[in-house]
């Protein structure tokens, strides 16, 4: 390719604050791959944020792309999967397999859509070093007459529909809001935008451990359970960011739980990643062959989290550690206390996303 702007390219990131500053353009936060498109004439590749290719899993993208974008271009957005009005992130990761055979199914059963933000580069212009108001104008006429599954995201100046759009927006699957300043230039891997993100708090059940690379006698992440209207002890998530000192202590503090699978709630005999927890020494044909085998603890110690958002039955992102809580039984620890959001399709933030 001879573009202006040539692969690899980081993208621009974003910095989280807690309110929706002012003074900016506001857009959806997609809950996808950032992949930054790279388009001269037949030859289309999909960048990734860690400058991995993504083209060869999204071959019904490749040829959007050629329908859709200008014949010299480079824009920046998000790869997505949609299902039943909303965003499926698992969906999305499924996609990632190394059989072409598979890739070329999943790409008929789960097609993938691109949402675009932002527009580096076209024809031989090179349009970094532009503010964004700029770059959004010119990416508007460059998908004037873009169709689906390419589509451009909405974007707003009104810091009051932002956030609107933030408490709606979440129940179709996605972020939150990202704030962009009008006369920021695109700046690779500078956090020069803003993102906005839903944080709430859970009480959850610790349930098991796994140990840390670098060794048997410390805490890699702690799993963490929510009880079920029937009494099940769903596997809901972890966490795991501790110093390396704290991930020692809490190796000696909690061997008094740990017990045998056989006297665990956690004991199945089978494994599907996402829906259960395997026994000790179990992987994943969706982890890519990691050791998914954990130390279970007898269910008995309560850890408030942080978390943004749920997928299914299970927290979307990695939760945050805020504080034990020796006041609640493990038996209150469940679904009843989160928060859900309104479901809200799709299709009312992009026409024709949804499916």
């Known amino acids: 390719m001879k573009l202006p702007v040539m692969p690899p390219v980081s993208p621009m990131l974003a910095k989280s604050v807690s309110a929706i500053p002012p003074g900016a353009s506001y857009e959806p936060k997609w809950d996808g791959f950032r992949s930054i498109i ?11 944020r860690n400058e991995k290719p993504l ?55 789960t097609p993938a859509s691109f949402i675009a933000f932002d527009l580096l580069a076209i024809d031989d212009e090179d349009l970094t070093g ?41 129940g179709a ?16 891997d500078k956090r020069v935008m803003f993102k906005i993100k839903h944080e709430r708090t859970a009480d959850c059940v610790v349930a098991g451990y796994r140990v840390h690379k ?45 017990t045998d699978f056989d006297d665990h709630p956690w004991n199945w ?15 994943s044909r969706w982890n890519g062959g990691k050791d998914l085998s954990f130390t ?24 945050q550690f805020n504080r034990w809580r020796p006041d609640r039984t493990p038996q209150s620890c469940t679904y009843e206390q989160l928060e859900q959001p309104v479901t809200f399709q799709l299709d009312n933030i992009v026409p024709g996303l949804g499916g």
């Open 38 to 48: 790279f388009r001269d004439g037949d030859e289309v590749e999909f960048g990734s």
């Open 173 to 188: 699957g996605l972020d939150g809001v990202v704030a962009k300043p009008l006369d920021v230039t695109y700046q690779p």
């Open 55 to 109: 083209t060869r899993y999204f071959p019904e993208l490749v040829e959007a792309v050629k329908a859709n974008l200008p014949e010299r271009c480079v824009i920046d957005g998000e790869i997505v999967v949609t299902a039943n009005g909303g965003l499926d992130f698992e969906a999305l990761q499924q996609r990632i397999h190394p059989a072409v055979s598979r890739v070329t199914m999943l790409s008929r059963q």
């Open 214 to 258: 670098s060794g048997d006698d410390a805490i890699g992440s702690l799993m963490l359970g929510l009880y079920t209207p029937d009494g099940t002890l769903n596997s809901i998530g972890v966490i795991g960011a501790f110093t390396m000192g704290r991930r020692r202590e809490l190796f000696q503090e909690l061997q008094y739980l740990v």
């Open 296 to 319: 279970p603890l007898r269910p008995e110690l309560v850890v408030e989290v942080r978390y943004d958002h749920m997928e299914g039955e299970r927290f979307r992102h990695t939760a």
């Open 130 to 170: 532009r503010p964004f108001h700029e770059r959004r104008a010119r990416l508007e006429q460059a998908l004037a007459k873009a169709e689906a599954p390419i589509h451009l995201t909405p974007a707003t100046d009104d810091q009051e529909v932002a956030q609107r759009w933030f408490v709606e927006f979440e």
């Open 269 to 283: 005999a089978a494994h599907e990643a996402g829906e259960r927890t395997p026994r000790k020494g179990e992987g």
